[in-house]
C-alpha cells in the first residue's frame, strides 16, 4: 500500500526562523509531489508542486525534492505567525488519478 | 462566483436519516472527487468522476452514494450513517483526469449522531 509519511508535530519556530517541513513516500513510482496549506477549520490550499529533482522556489517557499531518497521537503524562510497551520504531503497514486495524503505537519509560528 | 463550493457547510444528522452533500466547481476541470478527512488520519479519497464517469470507489461503504449529473456538479447521498463517519467532507476538482493538481472546496462538517 502506498504511503507518505509526516511527523506530526507540532513543529514550533518563532518568528522569522526557516520551518522545515520533511517527507517521505513509499512508492518510488511517484511522479508528481504537492505541499498544501490547511488551516484549521479550513480546506486545504495548494501551496507548492514539484516534479523534477532539486528546488523549486516561490516567494519564501522553498520545496525540495530527493526521488533517490523518496524524500520531499519544504522550507518556509522569515515564517511569519500567518504560516501556523496544518501542512500537508501529497503524491501522486499513478494511474489512479489520485492524491495520497500524509496525515500533515502541524506548524506553529510564535511572535 | 469562483472555485469550489460545497453544500451545506455543516450538517447534523441522525443515523436514519438520508441526506445530500453537493458540490460545485466554477473552474471548467473535467475530474472531482470526493474526499473524507478524519482527525489525525490522511485525507482519504472516496470517489473519482472523470467526465461524469466514475473511474474510482476506494471502498467506500454503499451508506454512501455518490453521484455526478455534469462535470461541474457532484453530490454525495448520504443514508443510515454512523456515528464513525462523522468527518469533514471535502471536494476536489482538476483540469483533468490524472492531472494532480486539484483544488478543494470548504468541506462539509459531518456529526453522524
Known amino acids: 500500500q502506498k504511503e507518505v509519511e509526516q511527523n506530526s508535530g507540532p513543529l514550533s519556530v518563532p518568528e522569522g526562523a526557516i520551518a522545515s517541513l520533511n517527507c517521505t513516500y513509499s512508492d518510488r513510482g511517484s511522479q508528481s509531489f504537492f505541499w498544501y496549506r490547511q488551516y484549521s477549520g479550513k480546506s486545504p490550499e495548494l501551496i507548492m508542486s514539484?516534479?523534477?529533482?532539486g528546488d523549486k522556489e516561490d516567494g519564501r517557499f522553498t520545496a525540495q525534492l530527493n526521488k533517490a531518497s523518496q524524500y520531499v521537503s519544504l522550507l518556509i524562510r522569515d515564517s511569519q505567525p500567518s504560516d501556523s497551520a496544518t501542512y500537508l504531503c501529497?503524491?501522486?497514486?499513478?494511474?489512479?488519478?489520485?492524491?495520497?495524503f500524509g496525515k500533515g505537519t502541524k506548524l506553529s509560528v510564535k511572535p | 462566483e469562483t472555485g469550489v463550493t460545497q453544500t451545506p457547510r455543516h450538517l447534523v444528522m441522525g443515523m436514519t436519516n438520508k441526506k445530500s452533500l453537493k458540490c460545485e466547481q466554477h473552474l471548467g476541470h473535467n475530474a472531482m472527487y470526493w474526499y473524507k478527512q478524519s482527525a489525525k488520519k490522511p485525507l482519504e479519497l472516496m470517489f473519482v468522476?472523470?467526465?461524469?464517469?466514475?473511474?474510482e470507489n476506494n471502498s467506500v461503504p454503499s451508506r454512501f452514494s455518490p453521484e455526478c449529473p455534469n462535470s461541474s456538479h457532484l453530490f454525495l447521498h448520504l443514508h443510515t450513517l454512523q456515528p464513525e463517519d462523522s468527518a469533514l467532507y471535502l471536494c476536489?476538482?482538476?483540469?483533468?483526469?490524472?492531472?494532480?493538481?486539484?483544488?478543494f472546496g470548504p468541506g462539509t462538517r459531518l456529526l453522524v449522531l
Open positions: 514539484i516534479y523534477s529533482n
Open positions: 501529497a503524491v501522486d497514486g499513478g494511474s489512479q488519478g489520485n492524491l495520497i
Open positions: 468522476y472523470n467526465f461524469k464517469e466514475q473511474t
Open positions: 476536489a476538482s482538476s483540469q483533468e483526469f490524472l492531472q494532480e493538481t486539484q483544488y
